[in-house]
């Protein structure tokens, strides 16, 4: 039997991992597959869903962070280190990143030369890496009890 440890940490990990997959491996390239909508349109609702995506996951990194910080008081545990790696990707991706391809983006929507770029790689590879860690992190909130 398991118990947890932190019922919001659990509940804020785990959806920010439904919505990274939801967003990032599902929306962010099937509505391109919709009809009628074009490559400027697909960009146009992605720069908005991702900016927005964004928002929430620092909504769900805070939630964590203050109830790691509440638990902290109990004493320090080593699977706290493995939130560090979610919290710096997803600020990586917060300053440098989202603005990056955001700005790219508009070059497309504003039919400008768009000169070649692997950021869009590097955002995938980060979301997966970050999932990766939630997940890992996730799975640490769960105490095994014997009965």
């Known amino acids: 039997m398991s118990i947890v440890k932190s019922p919001i940490t659990v509940m804020a990990t785990f959806l920010w991992i439904g ?3 939801a967003i990032s491996f599902l929306e ?3 509505k391109f597959q919709a009809p009628g909508i074009t490559l400027s349109l697909g960009l146009g609702i992605g720069r908005l869903v991702f900016n927005m995506l964004n928002k929430v996951e620092w909504v769900f990194a805070i939630a964590i962070f203050i109830n790691l ?5 109990k004493g320090f545990k080593l699977p706290y280190l493995v ?3 979610p919290l710096v990707l997803l600020a990586i991706q917060s300053i440098w990143l ?3 391809l955001d700005a790219r983006a508009e070059l497309y ?3 400008q030369p768009v000169p070649p770029s692997n950021n869009h790689f590097y955002y995938v590879g980060m979301e997966a890496l970050k999932v990766i860690s939630l ?3 996730g799975i640490s909130q769960f ?3 014997t009965i």
Do not use: E, R, S, Y
């Open 143 to 145: 105490k095994k009890q």
């Open 109 to 111: 929507i504003q039919n």
């Open 83 to 85: 939130f560090i790696i």
């Open 69 to 73: 910080i509440i638990q902290a008081k």
């Open 19 to 21: 919505f990274v997959c």
């Open 28 to 30: 962010a390239w099937l």
């Open 135 to 137: 997940v890992v992190f």
């Open 98 to 100: 989202l603005p990056a």
